[in-house]
């Protein structure tokens, strides 16, 4: 995923001059056939002020493509004056597939990217719904915003002590004994079931505005008593030792020994009240809920799963154990780690079968999304060492956040630091999802960065998707709303308090292919001119059109010009997604959209 930084070259495709300068040189390249540079070609439109260069800050505006539209014979054009109609595009939604390699798949065989926004309520009731007047209220004017942006798909956070809050607090002896895992005795059903409820009504109203759910077990340090959110109190075990939260900032609590010891009993199950074995209960109730709904993409299982100890140790056996709580301990003699160190050995205490042949043990459709150790960048950016899982429909989901932050605010204290470690980070991510390649996936699951951002800054954010963007990777930013996050930083809403938007949102919203019928060449955005380019090649795998979203309402105020050539559009004039078809058996086919009208 490494981006390079050069000096501004001109690349000329067939039908398109597009001028790219430094890191997005990169995207480029695979698409041209043959030379053709057009002679005084019509300039795009700019939508939004180029920012200003600060020194010792990378220069935006000169690190954006340069695009100009298709123009010549066998181009068609299509002017649009404005938004004749938001919709959700024509796509009907289908169970999504990871077959194998970086991307995700419709049942008609096309690509699908996904952009999108994290929802987490990390107070009580922990979720976001429907609920005009709370502090939790998640409403069809959210949804509706998300649509405009021409987001997709939304990250929900649900939680283990909501669907399956018990009784009692930490330390309870039925519970934190050690031995032989049993029945904890705190599972009520009717009392998940209510919650789901709220869970379902959040994942509808969505659906109503063409946005996917994925839905994600959130956890931040475990447990409110050590200032976190995730697991109930009944499932703290620290030894009988109390508790005593550290101060400052939330994160500081990672550092807890106390959180050390309650971690270190779940990833090992060897407490009677069986803490993972209720766990898999839970997402196997979550997973039948919503087992036939196609607006659900699949299920995060267990939000930045860590264990304190990697903090502090180069080396660790906690990647063993994050493996062996996925698949379970019966599958461990087909499954290893990527450094090659041999088949699993699993805790004795650990369930037969992990969380994730538990949710597939009743839902044959979705997707899982795993996510590494949280910690595997310590002392020395070194890639997790994840391993191949032996079940079908995984997908590779991390998160990109560098160190160098005000521990308030959560913005950059040093952009470049940033910039160089992000980049370090989602390198290593694609090495990290080509480790985890398996007889069911023999490119490796598909990958999905499903957190990033949490800022105000333009640059650190729009450095983020633009890589994305160059690699085709789907994106998750956090997050929609502040919330009054109590594990979060000040800075991360999208959605501020007066319902304006964050600075982000012009890097954010974007036009983009949510749908390729074919594979994808090359997709290039400038944020700051509206001005889009894509290159993609049809197969015959692929049936059906190519959806392209506009993000009409933050780049193109005075309309938009749609190009193509290779194919013809199928979408009506103003319509926010434009659709392609591709025409004949064309080797690739090209699609512009500018500011402002068509060339005459």
Known sequence: ??????????????????????????AIGAGAATTTTIANPPTTTTTAAAPQHVVNQPNLNTLSPHIVPLQGAGVQYQASQGVSGQGIGPDVPSFLSSPGGPYLYDSNGRIILMHGVNVVYKHAPYI???????????????????????????????????????????????????????????????????YLDHVAATVKLLARYGIYTLLDMHQDVYNQNFRGEGAPNWAVCTDNV???????????????PTLQTAVAHFWANDVVGNLQGNFDLVWKTVAQKFRNDRWVIGYDPYNEPFSTETQTASESTFTGRLECFYIG??????????????????????????????????????????????????????????????????????????????????????????????????????????????????????????????TTSVALAGFDVEWAGLDQLSWIYWAWKYYDDPTGSSAEGLVEPDGSYSPVVSVLSRTYPQAVAGVPNSVIFNPFTGAFNMVYSPTEAAHGVTTVALAASQHYPNGWCAAVKGGRITSKPGATHLTVQAVGRPAQVYITVTAGGCPS
Request: charged share 15%; proline share 9%.
């Open 1 to 26: 995923m490494g981006l390079r930084f050069t000096y501004p070259k001109r690349v000329v495709f067939t039908g398109v001059a597009v001028i790219v300068c430094g890191p997005l040189l990169g």
């Open 128 to 194: 976001a719904y429907p609920d005009p007047g709370e502090p939790w209220n998640f409403s069809a004017s959210d949804a509706a915003k998300m649509q405009r942006l021409g987001f997709n798909v939304v990250r929900l956070g649900i939680e283990w002590q909501a669907l399956e809050p018990g009784s009692g607090g930490p330390n309870q002896p039925q519970i934190c004994t050690p031995g032989a895992p049993g029945n904890a005795h705190e599972w009520n059903e009717a009392v998940a079931e209510r």
């Open 242 to 256: 109390p508790i005593v939260p550290k101060g400052g900032r939330w994160s500081n609590n990672y550092s807890n």
């Open 329 to 454: 301990k019966a599958h461990a003699a087909t499954a290893y780690l990527a450094n090659g160190a041999g088949a699993l050995t699993c805790p004795a205490g650990d369930p037969d079968n992990g969380v994730i042949p538990s949710i597939q043990s009743v839902d044959s459709h979705h997707l899982t999304f795993v996510e590494p150790d949280i910690y595997w960048v310590t002392g020395g950016n070194i890639p997790s060492q994840l391993g191949p899982l032996p079940f079908k429909r995984i997908v590779f989901n991390f998160h990109v956040y560098c160190g160098d932050r005000s521990p308030v605010t959560g913005n950059p204290t040093d952009l470049l630091r940033c910039l160089q470690s992000e980049e370090t980070a989602a390198s290593e991510q694609e090495v990290v999802r080509l480790s985890m390649s398996s007889a069911y996936q023999s490119a490796g699951p598909a990958g999905l960065m499903s957190e990033f951002g949490a």
